[in-house]
């Protein structure tokens, strides 16, 4: 039996979220589709791995956009859809916000989340509330946009508030509310999520995550992101698609401006009509196009003018006590010396020492998360690409042991447990873990920037421009929807919508 066959309706460069979507999304209608991952597994970034027979989640906090059973978001309406079945566990609460003055525990639910902030700041429930509303209000239009397009003097009477908020950033909406600062900080821990500042971060974004977040709560798998991973895979097989591992890409072909193939590490050489890649367009505009002549210039210009976004530092552990006993009491904790987010976002471009952090204990959503006495708990920053590119070769052990050390003790003060007394296993993610890992540009787990000149309303403004090469789509972090393991999701099922769209006018051309 031959390996490949002579030829496939679309070729996915990357099986994992982004590109499993795109896969099942094909193979829903019919079409050829062969998935090429060059690791052993399906998942990416989404994934687990064993150390000392425990299996850890290598990345996931919390899902978006998944909803309950009988009321799913758009992610895990797809999931169902496709018959891919995640045993998904409720995260208990949003977040427990731990900054200067504050100690709160906040929960899911626009109204819940109005009366805790009013509660730590009487008299701001109306306020607070109407802000919310605002951001569902906006959330929905993103939603329903991102599915049907409409001319601009449409989408003005039919969503007035999103067309109104479009071109403000978070900060200047914010401030129309007239809230005290300690509201806006009880309302900000998330935002590193988005990675950007608020005086940069279009207000759109914003309100997409706290729509989201806060008004459907988050999600996990059951047994760790690797679930959907797995599961995805499983059933893209049991729907048709061929996948193959340990396969990398190394090349597009393109011929008269139109993709129609791959070459593999390997040396395979692979035919299609399609090409969807999960490869940053940075890898692909730069190495991987075949002639180097068939780049166009404005594609080099796109990548160039786009700036990257965060990518993670995260120290895993697995404690030896169960979390009650080390005073862990919530899943999601974010501390922080300050909730001014432009400044956060500054000091994201250095090596530390890092002053916000995102903490994470699995077993106080998944009580299977670990064995019996044990707990995980993770520590995370987002830092900025810039200041882990200065790195050196010799200094790059030295440097992460002191940043994670920093992040440990940070912690351990806040819990009053020296953390480093309770490890039974210990693995430090840095920047350059997951570009080994995935291959994700310069380690970036975020695609680019949202920034007020490149945000999600221009991007679809320009992704038609954007279109450089026929027949070849992208899809992950890097594409319209943005970061995340939900957007990637979102991601990977419009490159197959795009993908489907052009076989469709090709069709009615002949
Ligand atoms: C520590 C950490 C915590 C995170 N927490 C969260 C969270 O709580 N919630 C959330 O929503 N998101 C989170 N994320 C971000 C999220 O994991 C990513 O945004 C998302 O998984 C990206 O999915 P993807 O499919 O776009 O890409 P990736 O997961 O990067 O996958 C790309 C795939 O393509 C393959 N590939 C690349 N190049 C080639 C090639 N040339 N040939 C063949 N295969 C190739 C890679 O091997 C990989 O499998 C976190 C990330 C990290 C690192």
Sequence with gaps: MKFYKDHYDVIVIGGALAGLSAALMLADKGKDVLVLERHNLPGGIASSFVRGGIEIEAALHEMMSIGEKDNRLKVGKFFDDMGVDIDWLKVPEAYHASLPGIEKTMHPGLETFAREVDEEVPGTYDKVLSLLKLCDTVFNSVNELSIHPMSKAKMLIKHEAFVKTAGYSTKEVLDTFDLPQKALDLLAPYWIYVGSGFSELPFTIFAVLMADYIGYGSYIPHKFSHEMSLKMAERAE????????????????????????????????????????????????????????????????????????????????????????????????????????????????????????????????????????????????????????????????????????????????????????????????????????????????????????????????????????????????????????????????????NVLDAMAKEAKGK
């Design 238 to 497: 049991a729907m048709g698609v061929q996948i193959e591992y340990r396969q990398q890409v190394d090349k597009i072909l393109v011929k008269d401006g139109r993709v129609y193939g791959v070459k593999t590490a390997r040396g395979d050489e692979i035919h299609a009509d399609y090409v969807i890649s999960s490869a940053y367009p940075n890898k692909v505009y730069t190495s991987m196009i075949e002639p180097k002549s068939a780049v166009p210039a404005g594609a080099i210009k796109m990548v160039n003018g786009r700036r990257l976004s965060l990518t993670a530092f995260s120290v895993i552990m697995i404690l030896d006590k169960p979390a009650e006993e080390l005073g862990i009491k919530d899943y999601s904790v974010f501390r922080g010396e300050t909730m001014d987010t432009d400044k956060l976002y500054a000091e994201l471009k250095g090596l530390g020492p890092y002053h916000y952090l995102t903490c994470i204990c699995h077993n106080l959503a998944n009580p299977d998360a670990t064995p019996a006495g044990t707990c995980s708990y993770s520590i995370t920053t987002l830092p900025r690409v810039d200041g882990w590119k200065t790195v050196k070769a010799e200094d790059y052990d030295k440097v992460r042991r002191e940043v994670a050390k920093q992040m440990i003790d940070y912690m351990s003060a806040y819990l009053g447990v020296n953390l480093l007394d309770h490890i039974l296993e210990i693995v430090i993610e840095t920047p350059m873990t997951v570009n080994r890992y995935t291959n994700a540009w310069n380690g970036c787990i975020y695609g680019y920037a949202h920034t007020m000149e490149d945000h999600i309303v221009a991007r679809l403004q320009t992704a038609e421009a954007e279109s450089f090469i026929k027949g070849l789509e992208f899809s992950g972090a890097h594409q319209i929807s943005g970061d995340g393991m939900g957007p990637a999701v979102t991601n990977g099922r419009k490159a197959a919508k």
